[in-house]
């Protein structure tokens, strides 16, 4: 085994330790919220979605601290800590204190991603004719870390508590940590050089951002504006770069676009820990082939179905789909599935439960679409941005995830209820639902159109 080799593969064990920990409490912090703190379903979605959202839209800042003051390896590190902190904050916490282990996760969470991206991304030599299929994998395994935890805690929960959840992510945050203690060495040393001045200043932003986040969980509109008022100026930013890039103007005109579809699947993808989470606690019944599933076991189908897409997507014919069809297509079936749960609601009448089958193609459909959108629009940064702002470009692309699990907050808090009776909740769901789908279906449509008007859109801009 090659030095690049082994560091890839070490690299794929910290990313499942890590995401092993972090995403059964993401798909499942909003149950938490409203089963063992007793807060109300709008807190929950409230409380759930800003978490995400802030955890994308630090994001970027993490290639400013990696290019100015500390290396990866030691950005990584404090991450977890922070994340392992907030996690253990948060089960002996009261409930009034609970926006400050949630501004710890969020800080961490934001670094840890971009930071495992760039460790996985050194470890590839530049010629390596196989990095997209390493790509692939490590796609492939955060899916399946997904799945493997979601599928152990959900069986679990109903014994033992989400405590133990949470209990269980710090854990396994420790074991990660201590691992990536052990082999940080063999990662190239960065180019930075290491001074108590720079590790201060790092430390003054990280303490900052957690304050901003306490803030931003006490006060939810001041987030969103601020966060709203960030994506109008990356959006300006860019239309800007487009006008003074004229040869590359067509391809920054479409990353701009791919970012509108990025906002708009995450939007309804955030569904799936929020509105559809609770629709199928109270709205569905849990027999599905001889067994008894619940709420907590939304999201096996989701990373089921991400996985899925991977497979398939490895054949040569479909590998070579351009990025503007897989963005589209994602966005396309993602509004269909969500159309389709109003129609089964009407057929099955308003006034019973859901049956299980009919409710799972919806996550099913997200993890598909997701292979589609995510990794696309992040591929297409490689040919579509200019050199000197491509670190930039990445940032802003998980910056307009953030915007778009925002937005699904607002449809969420739609269907937020106090009743517990289907002949009450099912009418708002299906409202909800059928109005959304609509509306994201004309959105669709006009965003293709000016997509193939980019040129004259642009004109007019």
Known sequence: MTRNQTLLLITFICNFLQLFAILSVFSLITLYFTTDLGLSQKESYQLGTALMSLSYCFAPLAGVIISRLISTKCLLIIAIKLYLIGCLLLI?????LLKIPLAFMAVGVSFIAPCLFSLFSSSLSKDDHNMQRYFTV???CTSASGLVSITIFAAIIPTLGYNFLLISSAILSFVALAFFYCVHQLYTDSSQVFTKRKLLVTFLILTALIFLSVLFFKYISLMKICIYLGGVALFCYFLMLAKKHVQTREAIL????FCIISVL?????????????FFIKENVCHSFIGCKLSAEHTDIFLFLGSMMTILVLTRKKLARLSSDFKLFFGLAISIVALLLLPASMKLIGLSHQLPYWMIIVFPVVIGIAEVFVYPSGLASIRHLIPASHQVFAFGAWDYFAGIGILVSME???????TETDVLNTNPVYYKTFLLTGMMYFVLL???FFLYKQRKTVFRFA
């Open 92 to 96: 002996v916490s009261p409930t009034y």
């Open 411 to 417: 449809i969420a808090l739609k269907t937020a209820s």
């Open 265 to 277: 699947y995450f939007s309804l993808a955030t569904l799936c820990q929020t509105s559809i989470l």
């Open 138 to 140: 490590l796609h492939f």
């Open 445 to 447: 449509l006009l965003l």
């Open 254 to 257: 479409m990353f701009i676009f």
